[in-house]
């Protein structure tokens, strides 16, 4: 735990930067892996896209620790569970949780248990809860049935649940939205993200109010969400049995937070709408190409939905007629490196050539 060998500086988390927000008191042991203060990334491109002098930001919480924003949640999760005299977490996962989950075990010390549907988890994300030590268990089902089982051990074992339906999971995802205040002086006018079990959807509203209430900012955005079509339950609001979608990490249909996340649209006058693969796909190839920033699936359903904002008539909301000069934050919320499948199939097509410099300036196409 922090600073407790040591005397060198060490790496400040969430916990340290915004602990007056936080359910920390001074004798709760802090288990930070040097999470948050991600990049909030000025997208000039994505700003033309929106016109009428808009500025868009990327919140870029792949940078995290284990590459996802949970990360924020999980080192307020852990410490807690370790204050309360924890030695296990469980959680369930389409990948991202279980990943962070391991990762802040293994430096508390204690057991970490994740259940996952079996063959739905991105690489990446699995190969991370192996490295970590996690004791992994595949279910034949999805994440809403593995959410069940979890709340059942939780109930019944001596396990903590690091879900986000633990309070702690969502006070530690909030500083997101304090962070993105504390760089632009005040807080957005829109604010787009992927929405799955809607734990994060919930935390930044929460965010954005508190920081309000305390004077930090005048004003709160809209909210607006965005889910893959086969796997919508809040946008059709009903249950989807087998939802489907290629960004697994949003593979749900029975969300936990479903009603705070419709709180959160309806009090912000903000929306909740869909994406399809192929456009997530199409944004996710575009961040990477026009302005440097690769994400996964998930993730780019955010830049997606500001694309359907800008131009479909279809569009839950319209940024057609949006005030000139309106501040626009996307948070893409998983590193592209965890969910490479889709990439790997084009780099089928390199093919070697010869040393010489004729054929390498042939295979440049000079
Ligand atoms: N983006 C990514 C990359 C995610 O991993 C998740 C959720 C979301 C968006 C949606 O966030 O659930 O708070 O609405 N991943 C969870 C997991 C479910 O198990 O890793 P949410």
């Given amino acids: 735990?922090?600073?407790?060998?040591?005397?060198?500086?060490?790496?400040?988390?969430?916990?340290?930067?915004?602990?007056?927000?936080?359910?920390?008191?001074?004798?709760?042991?802090?288990?930070?892996?040097?999470?948050?203060?991600?990049?909030?990334?000025?997208?000039?491109?994505?700003?033309?896209?929106?016109?009428?002098?808009?500025?868009?930001?990327?919140?870029?919480?792949?940078?995290?620790?284990?590459?996802?924003?949970?990360?924020?949640?999980?080192?307020?999760?852990?410490?807690?569970?370790?204050?309360?005299?924890?030695?296990?977490?469980?959680?369930?996962?389409?990948?991202?949780?279980?990943?962070?989950?391991?990762?802040?075990?293994?430096?508390?010390?204690?057991?970490?248990?994740?259940?996952?549907?079996?063959?739905?988890?991105?690489?990446?994300?699995?190969?991370?809860?192996?490295?970590?030590?996690?004791?992994?268990?595949?279910?034949?089902?999805?994440?809403?049935?593995?959410?069940?089982?979890?709340?059942?051990?939780?109930?019944?074992?001596?396990?903590?649940?690091?879900?986000?339906?633990?309070?702690?999971?969502?006070a530690g995802q909030k500083t997101a939205a304090f962070e993105i205040v504390d760089v632009l002086g005040d807080a957005p006018d829109f604010h787009l993200l992927p929405v799955g079990n809607a734990g994060n959807i919930t935390a930044y509203w929460m965010g954005y109010r508190e920081y309000r209430t305390h004077q930090e900012s005048t004003r709160v955005p809209s909210m607006i969400g965005f889910q893959a079509t086969g796997a919508a339950p809040i946008f059709h609001n009903r249950v989807i049995e087998k939802p489907e979608t290629i960004a697994s990490a949003i593979r749900i249909g029975n969300p936990a937070s479903w009603k705070h996340a419709c709180a959160a649209i309806a009090e912000s006058r903000g929306a909740i709408d869909v994406v399809s693969d192929q456009q997530i796909l199409e944004a996710q190839s575009w961040l990477a190409k026009h302005e440097g920033i690769f994400v996964e699936p998930a993730s780019a359903a955010a830049i997606t939905g500001l694309f359907k904002c800008c131009d479909s008539n279809e569009a839950a909301y319209s940024f057609q007629k949006i005030p000139e000069a309106s501040r626009i934050v996307c948070t893409v919320t998983g590193h592209g490196l965890k969910d490479p499948d889709a990439i790997i199939q084009q780099m089928k097509e390199l093919q070697p050539v010869d040393p010489t410099v004729k054929d390498v300036r042939r295979a440049i196409g000079l």
């Fill in 1 to 170: 735990m922090e600073g407790t060998t040591s005397k060198l500086p060490h790496c400040t988390g969430v916990i340290e930067r915004y602990r007056q927000y936080l359910p920390v008191g001074k004798s709760t042991p802090i288990v930070s892996l040097g999470e948050g203060n991600t990049p909030l990334v000025y997208c000039s491109h994505l700003s033309n896209q929106v016109g009428r002098s808009c500025e868009v930001f990327v919140k870029n919480e792949g940078t995290n620790p284990t590459g996802s924003f949970k990360d924020r949640g999980m080192t307020v999760a852990v410490s807690k569970a370790i204050e309360r005299g924890a030695r296990a977490i469980i959680c369930a996962s389409t990948g991202n949780t279980s990943a962070s989950a391991a990762a802040y075990a293994a430096r508390a010390g204690i057991l970490c248990v994740v259940i996952l549907p079996a063959g739905k988890i991105a690489t990446g994300k699995l190969m991370q809860a192996f490295a970590y030590g996690a004791k992994i268990v595949a279910i034949h089902g999805n994440f809403d049935h593995a959410l069940r089982i979890v709340r059942e051990l939780g109930d019944r074992e001596e396990f903590v649940i690091v879900n986000s339906i633990n309070p702690d999971r969502i």
